[in-house]
Every structure is written in C-alpha cells, then in structure tokens.
C-alpha cells in the first residue's frame, strides 16, 4: 500500500499565497513522478503541476508564473508554492504519486482564494 499525506491548504485573499506539501509512505519501489490535481465545484479534476523522476515539470496554463512545483521524487515529498491566488483557484487539492504506472491519490486539502 501506498500512502499520501497532504497538508497546507487554507483560507486566503485574493492575491495571497498557500504552500501544500505533499508525502508518499508505504512499499514505494520507483516514483515515476508526483504531482497536483485540483477538482473545483461542478469541474472535473484537472493537472496542475507535475514533477517526474528525471526532474521535469509541467504546469497547467492557468497557473504558469505562479505556482512552483517542488520537491524529490527520491525522497518522496513534492511541495506546491502558491503565489498571486485567485478566486478561481479554489477547489480540493490532491497530491498524486505515479509509480510503477499506478497512480495513488492523496485524500484531498481544501485551497479557497476569496476576493
């Protein structure tokens, strides 16, 4: 079994900035990458940034220039820096782990940006 434990999420103004961290537990063999989700009311969750095993990320378009995705897949921990929020962040984070071509979801910490 795999586990996720996220934390950092919260309340905050339009404009203000929240880090989320993220850590993997359990019989982990090869973390192929880790990431954030997000799922806003009524929307579908969607990819907000990734980091793989070689380093690389990715953001979505949305949020280039603000958010920083971080961390060591080797020690198991990604981070998400959260700059310039906006009300339209909000929505229920989810830390993702991709190992061995499974994917583990963490149980989710709630982001609302207020205006």
């Known amino acids: 079994q795999v586990q996720l434990v996220e934390s950092g999420g919260g309340l905050v103004q339009a404009g203000g900035s929240l880090r989320l961290s993220c850590a993997a537990s359990?019989?982990?063999?090869?973390?192929?990458?880790m990431g954030w989700y997000r799922q806003a009311p009524g929307k579908q969750r969607e990819l907000v940034a990734r980091?793989?095993?070689?380093?690389?990320?990715n953001y979505a378009d949305s949020v280039k220039g603000r958010f920083t995705i971080s961390g060591d897949t080797a020690k198991t921990t990604v981070y998400l820096q959260m700059n310039s929020l906006k009300p339209e962040d909000t929505g229920v984070y989810y830390c993702?782990?991709?190992?061995?071509?499974?994917?583990?979801w963490g149980q989710g910490t709630q982001v609302t940006v207020s205006s």
């Open positions: 359990g019989r982990i063999f090869s973390i192929n990458g």
């Open positions: 993702n782990a991709v190992i061995q071509a499974v994917y583990y």
């Open positions: 980091v793989t095993s070689g380093g690389a990320t």
